[in-house]
């Protein structure tokens, strides 16, 4: 299975692919948190990535694709993959269909999880990040076990630079000039299926996987 997870910046897209990948056997391969590992690196490519997202704005395409087509080439993703954050332009998006039909593959599916502006604003304010392996907890929804840490690595809880209030919404303004014309595309593909964003996180899990389990059959 190759799947891509779509939303808007706090649509609960990084909390849904760690608790479905592991249930599913699919490579979770996030954007984001590969740009912030390369910052934590302090690589060439860590530097280009911050000078954008510290604006709110998308990494070139090209910088971008380079970097998502060598993660999939990796042998964790043999089994299938599950994209959380990339495409996020149509030019992502075609590149990455052409890479894979070289190869004889294709997106299995295209989950788009919907959630409303407010929600997106309330969400993100509230979120904290382990600093090690990127996990999102929110203070409200989500709290960790022990104040500060990471239930999974005891890593260190910490608030991203731009869930700020206005780099938040310039993030939701790239979203909806760059990323919304996707949904038409997977849509056009037969690829796209809506999952509703504001149940719970469990309830959403539910209803990715039973998307993910229907197509498979079909
Ligand atoms: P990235 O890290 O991908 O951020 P994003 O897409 O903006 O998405 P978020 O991580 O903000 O949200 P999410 O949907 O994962 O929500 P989460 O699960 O954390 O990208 C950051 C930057 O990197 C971009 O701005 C860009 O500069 C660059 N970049 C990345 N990919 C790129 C690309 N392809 N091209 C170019 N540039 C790229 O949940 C949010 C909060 O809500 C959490 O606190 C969580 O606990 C809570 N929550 C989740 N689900 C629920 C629920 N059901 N109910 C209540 N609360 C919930």
């Not at 919304?180 to 719970?200: N, Q, S």
Request: net charge negative.
């Amino acid at each position: 299975m190759h799947v891509i997870l779509l939303g808007a910046p706090g649509a609960g897209k990084g909390t849904q692919a760690v608790q479905i990948s592991g249930r599913l056997g699919l490579a979770h391969i996030a954007s984001g948190d590969l740009f912030r590992q390369e910052q934590g690196s302090g690589s060439e490519l860590g530097k280009i990535a911050k000078s954008y997202m510290e604006k709110g704005l998308l990494v070139p395409d090209e910088v971008t694709v380079r970097m998502i087509l060598g993660r999939i080439a990796a042998p964790d993703c043999a089994k299938g993959f599950l994209l959380d954050g990339f495409p996020r332009t149509l030019e992502q998006a075609k590149a990455l269909d052409q890479a894979l039909a070289e190869e004889g593959k294709s997106i299995s599916l295209v989950l788009y999880i919907k959630v409303s502006t407010e929600e997106l604003l309330r969400r993100l304010s509230g979120r904290w990040i382990c600093r090690n392996c990127q996990v999102p907890y929110n203070i409200v929804e989500l709290p960790p076990k022990v104040p500060g840490k990471c239930d999974y690595c005891g890593g260190e809880l910490y608030q991203r630079p731009d869930d700020s209030e206005e780099t938040a919404r310039k993030r939701l303004e790239v979203y909806f000039a760059q990323t919304m014309p996707l949904i038409e595309y997977y849509t056009e593909a037969g690829k796209l299926v809506e999952i509703e964003g504001e149940k719970g996180i469990e309830g959403v899990a539910q209803d990715l996987i039973a998307a993910i389990e229907a197509g498979i059959v079909r």
